[in-house]
């Protein structure tokens, strides 16, 4: 039983990564020329920074999950409750950290 549940734990997580890493460039990309006119950063730093931040909403969002499965909560509604915590935190350090 405990062998399937790291099983499954694998999965989640590996899934999180694969979501993030999949939409960071396509993000990064309309971000930069639609919401942010104005920047006195290259494209690079912004990606640079942009991708920190990704990494620290990943972190928060792990463990958020994580928090949540091991107090018993189903991994999908965990992973939802996630996004919607993490969100917020992500958007408000790229509007004032990524795009400066």
Same mark, same amino acid.
């Given at each position: ?45 912004? @990606? ?7 990494? #620290? +909403? ?5 463990? %958020?999950?994580? $928090? &949540?499965? /091991?107090? @018993? ?7 939802? #409750? +996630? ?5 917020? %935190?992500?958007? $408000? &350090?790229? /509007? ?5």
């Amino acid at each position: 039983m405990a062998e399937a549940r790291h099983a499954v734990a694998r999965r989640w997580r590996g899934g999180a990564g694969g979501a993030l890493w999949g939409a960071w460039a396509g993000n990064c990309v309309y971000t930069r020329c639609w919401s942010v006119q104005r920047h006195g950063l290259s494209a690079l730093q912004q @990606g640079v920074r942009y991708r920190a931040v990704g990494l #620290v +909403a990943l972190g928060m969002n792990l463990i %958020v999950i994580e $928090l &949540l499965v /091991r107090a @018993g909560m189903p991994a999908v509604p965990a992973q939802a #409750v +996630a996004i919607a915590a993490v969100m917020p %935190v992500n958007f $408000l &350090l790229n /509007r004032r950290w990524s795009f400066r």
